[in-house]
């Protein structure tokens, strides 16, 4: 009955022409599927129609009387043949229901009987076993699903129906012992039977329990936790699952006992024309949807009508740690954790749960990362007080960054939360900042939150380079994919250990750029889309082996920033590394040359102001350079490399042996600029109407660990003088800050740097520059000085305007 | 026991290029080329990236050979297979029938290659260096593939159409395989056997050459028909 049902099902859900379902009543002892369909089934030209046993036994006698025929079915085109020799339509019943054929079990006739006990399947087999594989073949061919009537029990017939021809096997039983490990142990051996044949094809088990009366309420409790523990470890043990949960399998799946169709052979979904929860038809229903959709009994849906769960949610992962300023904090656009198939997980939840695994790895114990568990994500809400107090609580933060994740309000309280808990100066644990920025999807660089912009993050997607679409990283779009995404969770894992060591051993290191490294900084050069793996490979066995990489930090895309800063990195580093495809990449605005070139140019520039100073280029053994622009600089690495520079073609592991040799060789002392006990001094000159404005740059440069030393105000007379030539006389470097004060000021402090030797300066400053800012004028836009560096913070972050400048004072030589 | 960095760089200085091989029957569609959706080939990468994983928890890069992934455009198959298969602590054979069927001769003779590696590594030791991973129990299996480090997974595989790497899956191969991996690194370290692969190639007969399939097992059950 239940064939019956789902065969009506299907041909209703399914209703194009191309997708045509067969019925197969293979019950040989006991044949009858054909009266559920009477109205065709019945009509004369099929009363007498053969079937299944009919084909059967005539293929056999075929078999014999034409012996080669079994070479033309064992060939490639087997079902072809078969169909040839022995053609399926004088066996087939059309649309039983409309699009839906039937094979009866045979010819019902006096002859029928004799037939079916004669013929020897054990032998048809042993002879033609292979024809099975044929006949299935062909059926798929022509029918989008095939339904198998076979009587249960150990017999022949069952093995084949069970363990040859299916690719899902719904055991029906009833709530009682027999039925239960009966269907059970027939389960079992049809899948153990799959597990040691070269049939490819997987078996899932479907159980279906049938009459379930409601009236019996607490025998049917009782017999469901049977039933349902029975499965489940019988399941977990044949799949070697993990877990088997059938729990919302079982509450979906069972079909009630309704007398009415005790008697007779109505179909209920054709008879019941309304469905709910407590009809047969309603039950048919719930359970053809799982047969169909979904691939295992225990496959659950993301989709469940989980209507309670639409409530914020705090879910700690692990247990909290002991000790430790509390956990990690991810903050996510519930979008990015849809699952893509139902019976997958989100995004967010697969990366949350691998970075709990692999932290746990590293540090040898857990650590709590919390993150909101939404439905539904409303943008206005506050945060409520116990989501406020995790984030508050986290050590680390990362934001999922992807196109919704800049839409949602909530993800930029969060983050906003979380900079305002920790304050501008707890926002870094020495040279390692709190937050990890992760890119799940890519977004326009500017529209990030300002907290986000200079940091480089870890990019989950590449640049497909044959679509030129993002393709993002996922554990389940296949081994590729997979293997980079979890390279990326590994990356991640380790930076954040990082931080979470340095934190606990309580070690406040200065900033990056007041610190001598304990190993020689190496500058990795950002590369073109398609060498960011082979990058990544790189930087994640340099930070393996403890060196620092840089840049750590975004690279401007402006090309005046952008050139600071590579100088300012290049100048704490003792190598640099350039990967060059064959791509030529970004090209910045206002700039012919690429990302890639100007800082393979830079470090050329290095090397003349520091001739230890080493670069090492890489090149993939056979490449050949798209467009004429990545053509002339790739012939220009090759023909006028330059001193101080190594080029390879060889294969990554070469090229990354070739780093750690030269790397090796490097003495750290090299880059230490100053003696631990030495104070760095700048003098920062500036206009009495400047003292509010140049607040910020004093505090950054503070920060980075120099000593600020300020000059006074104008007619403050002699004493004011002596002052600034006695700083001039012994500061280390000099800042001009250009904002109020107009152009013959300037020059006239520009003039005093060059009096200072009169004056009785022996040494060169480290770094003299001009900070131009607002008020914006003609003058200030056309200004140019060969005697100090110009530094543009018009409409700037002194971060990043002060580069250069800091940079410089880092630079040994220069 | 974990492979440390000095092991690590001995083994790298002994020769030992690739952690692991992964040998396996290549299928092919009626065009020729590889069927890459086929639940072999989908396994066989599976178990490299697993066993990637499992050893990445202690060395940096880990590298293990498979024939899809790791021979360059343009070099010639059989030296590169020989070259990467002496320079590999541990082959492992992912099985099923086809396996070990005359149509997929290299399978054998990757098998029996690295079985006369095994011997002459570890002379008269029980540790061998191939590792079965069983996809399908196809019966009788060869004597030579019955050893006691097999790996069964052909529950996991018969439950889907795809093969999907679930924590299961990933569990037994960490455990079974790569720690079988370490165990090898250690032992070739302290017997301080390093690669010789001047004198290494593949033998003229595969190791299941005289073994014949008994053929699929008829699909019926031995208890007589109950109820």
Partial sequence: MALANYACWLVRRFSAPSQRVL?????LEAPGLQRYFADKAGLPENADRPGIINYFAELNKRLESEPELLNKLASDDGGQALHEALPLDEYLIRDVVPGADLIKAGRLDADYAQLVSAFN?????????????????????????CLIDSRTGFNDISGVCTMLLPEKLVTVFTPNRQNVYGVLDLAERAVNYRRASADFRPLSIFPLPSRIDNAELELRKDWREEYQKAFETRLRNIYQLETCDLSDYFNKVQLPHVSYYAYGEEIALLKEKRSDDLSLSGA??????????????WDTSEDAEAGEEKVPMVIPVTAPAAGVESGIYISY?????????????GWVSTFHQALSTRLAQLLGRDVEIWRMALIELSGNSALTSALTSKIDQAAVFIPIVSPRYLNSDWCANELKEFVDAKGQD????????????????????????PELLQMIGYQFYEIDSSTGRPREFAHNLGPGSEYKFWNKIDDLAFDIKQLIEKQQTGSQEATAASVPFEKPGVYLADVTSDLAEDRDNIKRELKHYGYKILPDRELPLEVASLEAAVREHLARCALSIHLVGSRYGIIPEGEKRSVVQIQADLATERVSVDPSFARLIWMPPEITPAGDLQERFVESLQNKIGAGA????????????????????VQPAKLTTRSENVLTRVYFIYDSQDTDAVAPIEEYLFDQGYEIISSLGEG??????????????????????????????????????????????????????????????????????????????????????????????????? | MPITPPVEKWLKDAGYEWHCFISYPRIKTKDGNDDLTHPISQCARGVKEAIIQGLSYSIPNPRVFLDLDDIPPGNAWEPTVRGALCKSLVMVAICAGIYYHPDHEWCGLEWAAMDNLSEKRFPGDKLLTIVPVMVKIEKPLP???????????????????????????????????????????????????????????????????????????PPFYEKPLEG
Avoid at chain 1, 121 to 129: C, L, M, N, P, Q
Avoid at chain 1, 284 to 296: A, G, H, P, V
Avoid at chain 1, 646 to 665: A, D, N, P, V
């Fill in chain 1, 23 to 27: 019925l197969m009543d293979w019950d």
């Fill in chain 1, 284 to 297: 048919y229903e719930k359970f053809f949807q799982r047969l169909t959709d979904r691939e295992t009994a």
């Fill in chain 2, 143 to 217: 004597p030579t593939v019955e050893r006691p480090q097999w790996v069964n997974i052909s529950g996991l595989m018969t439950g889907r159409r795809r093969f999907r790497p679930t924590d299961r899956f990933n569990n037994i191969i960490y455990t079974q395989v790569v720690s079988h991996i370490e165990a090898v690194a250690q032992a070739l370290r302290q017997n301080e056997v390093k690669t010789d692969c001047a004198h290494f190639s593949f033998p003229n007969k595969s190791a299941f050459s005289d073994w014949e399939t008994a053929g699929q097992l």
């Fill in chain 1, 716 to 814: 403050e007379g002699a004493q004011a003088a002596k002052y600034h030539r006695e700083n001039l006389l012994n500061c280390d470097a000099v800042l001009i800050y250009y904002g109020n004060g107009n152009q013959l000021w300037l020059r006239s402090r520009l003039w005093d740097l060059q009096k200072v030797k009169g004056w009785g300066r022996t040494t060169p400053m480290s770094a003299t520059a001009v900070y131009i800012d607002q008020p914006n004028n003609q003058e200030k836009t056309r200004f140019k000085t060969r005697e100090a560096m110009v530094l543009n913070g018009l409409d700037r972050d002194p971060a990043i305007a002060l580069q250069p400048f800091v940079a410089q004072i880092e630079s040994p030589t220069t």
């Fill in chain 1, 333 to 345: 656009a519930h979008t990015d954790d849809m699952a893509l198939m139902e019976d997958q997980n």
């Fill in chain 1, 426 to 449: 707890g926002l870094t644990v020495g040279n390692l900042s709190r937050i990890f920025k992760v890119i799940k999807t890519p977004v326009e660089w500017q529209k990030q939150p």
């Fill in chain 1, 121 to 145: 399947w054990i032998d048809f087999y042993s002879k033609y076993g292979n024809l099975f594989n044929v006949f299935r073949s062909w059926l798929e061919l022509n029918y989008t699903f």
């Fill in chain 1, 646 to 665: 190594e080029l390879l073609h060889g294969s990554l592991e070469e090229f990354k042996t070739r780093i750690l040799e030269k790397l090796s060789r």
